[in-house]
């Protein structure tokens, strides 16, 4: 049995963004030696995310058109909503301001699996693993678990 956890640092470069990470993904598994089994990948923030989707630069600019949309930085004035965790947290002593992206983080989920089957990884022809990034620029940490076998 080969059970191997990698740690991929992630450097976002704008407030928000969609990083592909497949090849990253790829690599871990290449390297763990699998050669049947799953592969599972999740980011370590909560207002960032991962999501499984077709690579285009058209689709990526909608994905997050929408998502901010859904749960916008700052609801807009009047619209009769705001956003409880946008205030001062007594119990850290930190200032929460970025509700939408927390939002936005559980909206597009935190977390995708694949089977491996020969050493590589299975998904669809068009499918490509990207880090949603909602709060940036930061530096982030995504977990890639394998568990398998030779």
Known sequence: MIIKLERIEVQSRKD????????????VVAESG??????????CHTSSGLL?????????????AHLERLAPKDP??????????NRYLDFDGRLGFNAGDHLKSILGGVNCFFPIED??????????????EFDGPLARTAMVQVIGQA
């Not at 004035?77 to 956003?83: D, L, N, P, R, V």
């Not at 050493?119 to 949603?132: A, E």
């Open 16 to 27: 928000m963004e969609m990083i592909d990470i497949t090849d990253e993904i790829e690599r």
């Open 34 to 43: 699998a050669r049947n089994g799953v592969v599972l990948a999740l980011t």
């Open 119 to 132: 050493g590589k990884v299975v998904r669809g022809s068009r499918q490509r693993v990207y880090f949603l």
């Open 76 to 85: 807009p004035k009047g619209a009769g909503f705001g956003y409880w965790h």
């Open 52 to 64: 499984v989707t077709e690579g285009i630069e058209c689709l990526e600019r909608d994905v997050l």
